[in-house]
Every structure is written in structure tokens, then in C-alpha cells.
Nanobody
Framework: QVHLVESGGGLVQAGGSLRLSCVVS????????MGWFRQAPGKEREFVAG????????LYADSVNGRFAISRDNAKNTIYLQMNSLKPEDTAVYYC????????????????????WGKGTLLTVSS
């Protein structure tokens, strides 16, 4: 059974930093591309960042490019999302997800569907 468990969410002031983690079990982690998504209250879920199976390639949504960094540790079956210069509009539930595609080159490809999802962790950024 596949499990993706996010952690690291919480309350942070605008301008601050936070790191999310997602531990994956039940699949061959190193063969999956991984992504972070978020859903703000009243909005649809959106792609945030993605990373290829080997960690060489990354992709970011325009709204977080230059502020967020995705990484992975295949030895620990874990991905991370380092978030800097946080803004109130970053407030959302953040989800990690896995896909058997080695990498997706466009944000719309990540939005088109993922194989497995976590249950999310809430980030609240206060102004």
C-alpha cells in the first residue's frame, strides 16, 4: 500500500521561511517523479513544484519561482519544499504527489493527474 505523508506545515509570518517534508512508502521511490501542490480556501488545487525521479530536473509555478525550492533524497524516500519569503497568498493546504512519469516538463502536465497523493499539511502565512 502506498503512503505519502506530509509534515512541516504551521503558522509563519509573512517574509518568513518554512520547510515541508513528504515521506513516501509502498513504491519504488527512485522511479517516480514527485510534486508539490496546494489548495487555498475556495480555490482549486494548483501545481507548485515538481522534481524528476533522479532529482536533476525541477519545475516551478510562476507564483513561487525564485522563492521555493524542491528537492529529494532517494535514500530517505523523502521530498522537501523549502519555502522562503512567504506571503499571505501562500496560505493553503500543501500536498505531495507521486507519478510514474520520470518528469513532466510543463505545469499543465503536472495538473493533468498524479498517481498517488498525500493528505496534505496546512500552511498559514500571517500578514
Amino acid at each position: 500500500q502506498v503512503h505519502l505523508v506530509e509534515s512541516g506545515g504551521g503558522l509563519v509570518q509573512a517574509g518568513g521561511s518554512l520547510r515541508l517534508s513528504c515521506v513516501v512508502s509502498g513504491l519504488t521511490f527512485s522511479r517516480y517523479s514527485m510534486g508539490w501542490f496546494r489548495q487555498a480556501p475556495g480555490k482549486e488545487r494548483e501545481f507548485v513544484a515538481g522534481i524528476s525521479y533522479h532529482g536533476t530536473n525541477t519545475l516551478y509555478a510562476d507564483s513561487v519561482n525564485g522563492r521555493f525550492a524542491i528537492s529529494r533524497d532517494n535514500a530517505k524516500n523523502t521530498i522537501y519544499l523549502q519555502m522562503n519569503s512567504l506571503k499571505p497568498e501562500d496560505t493553503a493546504v500543501y500536498y505531495c504527489a507521486a507519478d510514474s512519469a520520470l518528469f513532466k516538463a510543463l505545469p499543465r502536465d503536472w495538473d493533468s493527474g498524479m498517481d498517488y497523493w498525500g493528505k496534505g499539511t496546512l500552511l498559514t502565512v500571517s500578514s
